[in-house]
């Protein structure tokens, strides 16, 4: 797989484009160990853990992957998706939230997912 500009090939896919601003403002592991000892006990027993189980390459990738997350939650009314569900709503195509919506969806969910359809995450929680 040919990586993207401003990621090199081993990158963790969440990673994003700050890899390179990172890498100039935090040079190397031993600032992150530096950033990661201020953090709780439980933040740095999770981080370790990624590491550990292989989901993300490093300290660094987990704290990143994080922080973009963030970042990308700061403006939910700019993601395309939500912008799509207000449009549908505002020309009336929208559902009140109501209890038997909600039991609804589920049980639709249930039955999708007794035939081996995929469940959105959005769904199941």
Known sequence: MIPAPGRSSDAHP??????????????????????????????RTYIREQVETGAFPSEEAVITDAVE?????????????????LAQYQRGEGEEWTPDL????????????????????????
Do not use: F
Request: hydrophobic content about 35%; glycine content about 6%; charged content about 25%.
């Open 14 to 43: 969440m990673s994003g484009p700050y890899n390179e601003v990172s890498n100039r403002i935090i040079a190397g592991s031993e600032a992150i160990m530096a950033l990661s000892s201020h953090l709780p006990e439980h933040v």
């Open 69 to 85: 997350r963030t970042m990308d939650s700061v403006e939910p009314w700019a993601d395309p998706g939500t912008q799509e569900a």
């Open 102 to 125: 909600h039991l609804r969806i589920r049980e639709e969910a249930s039955a999708n997912s007794r035939r081996g359809k995929p469940v959105s995450p959005d769904v199941i929680y």
